[in-house]
């Protein structure tokens, strides 16, 4: 058995292209007492991908020249030595760039975890019910805490993230408007997801598209583009408003100096605080949020919507999709 493998082949500078990638096949080994082999069926496609290839300190050490390329996924069980998985179950962990997986069943850094595809489709186990319902959840309600009647405003509202805060800030009786590329993105979110409105970045004028549609200020906004967009929703905040700094795709395959916001004052006078979050401080909760997100999946009253591309041979350009802002949903690479 054959295992095809995409590894970091040179530090990115900029958007990553063909020659920072290597691909390696090799063959699969034998397992091990207390291991799993397991066959990867499909991939998370995420902006934070870029920042762990970057030789810098971050909330998690960077993945190495020569390493697989770290990546999160949903996978099945072939072969085991470990009473903790039987062959035929379908689990959740850090399974990388890869067509299989093998390791040891209780290894911390893959996290392996069973997941029910009865409850929902196992692309949503890597959207909603994944790491990026993880972010929306926890980052809306621990650090933005909402309160019903606030105005919340998210952007990147089309992605992965940016749709479940949405959604989820309408279950609480905010008002919610999304800052999304494109019409098509923005006639989504307001349509299928029910945002209150939506703000065209690429057609429109976001300055006004806030006024407009903000005319009470913004209490919660939740950040996942940083740049521009920040900067002029800071001058649209309210008195002890919240913003939620998760992620700032804008900014991540930048060759120069990373643009900060100019309009941080805005934060003293109103007295607001800006917060960064990391996901894996929320580790030992993920199933309360499991809980809630899927409730509300059941009963219809949130969506997830899911971009697949087909092909471990797509990874590059799929991952280059996410910074062009070419996909529409969460990004999932299907790997067989």
């Known amino acids: 058995m054959e295992n095809t493998q995409f ?17 390696t096949k090799e063959p699969v080994r034998e ?25 810098a300190k971050s909330y998690i050490r960077p993945v190495g020249i020569g390493e697989v390329m770290r990546a999160g996924g949903l996978g099945e069980v ?5 009473p903790r998985f039987a062959v035929g179950d379908r689990i959740g962990g ?22 029910d595809t009865r409850l929902a489709p196992a692309t949503t186990w890597l959207n909603t019910l994944g790491m990026p319902g993880m972010t929306a959840y926890f980052g809306l309600l621990e650090v933005g805490q909402p309160k019903a009647g606030e ?29 999304a590329g494109g019409q098509e993105k923005c006639d989504f979110v307001v349509k299928e997801l029910g945002f209150d409105a939506c703000i065209d970045y690429k057609g429109g004028d976001v300055r006004a598209g806030l006024k407009e549609h903000c005319p009470n200020g913004v209490d919660v906004y939740f950040d996942n583009v940083g740049g521009d967009i920040l900067d002029i929703v800071l001058t649209r905040i309210n008195l002890k408003a919240r913003i939620v700094i998760c992620g700032a795709i804008s900014q991540y395959n930048n060759t120069t100096a990373v643009k900060g916001p100019a309009n941080y ?13 990391v996901v894996f401080d ?8 499991v809980a809630a997100l899927g409730k ?25 999709m996410l910074f062009e802002g070419k996909n529409f949903g969460k990004l999932v690479l299907q790997i067989a």
């Not at 970091?8 to 290597?22: E, I, T, Y």
């Not at 007492?33 to 870029?50: F, H, N, Q």
Request: with cysteine; hydrophobic share 45%; charged share 20%.
């Open 296 to 320: 509300w999946l059941q009963e219809g009253k949130i969506k997830s919507r899911e971009d697949v591309v087909q092909g471990i041979e797509k990874f590059p350009e799929a991952l280059t």
């Open 31 to 55: 397992l091990a007492d207390g291991e799993v082999l397991v066959k990867t069926l499909y991939l998370s496609l995420d902006p934070a991908m870029r920042g762990w290839m970057n030789d």
């Open 78 to 82: 072939v072969a085991s030595r470990s």
């Open 151 to 179: 105005t919340v405003v998210v952007s990147g509202a089309a992605g992965a993230v940016g749709q479940t805060v949405g959604q989820v800030a309408k279950q609480l009786g905010c008002r919610v408007v999304g800052i």
């Open 282 to 289: 929320y580790a030992d909760r993920y199933h309360v949020a």
């Open 7 to 23: 590894r970091l082949a040179a530090r990115p500078v900029g958007l990553p292209k063909d020659s920072d990638w290597q691909i």
């Open 265 to 277: 004052l805005s934060l003293l006078v109103n007295r607001a605080r800006m917060e960064g979050m």
């Open 94 to 115: 850090g399974f990388g760039v890869q067509q299989y997986w093998i390791g040891a069943a209780d290894d911390r850094h893959a996290g392996l975890h069973k997941v």
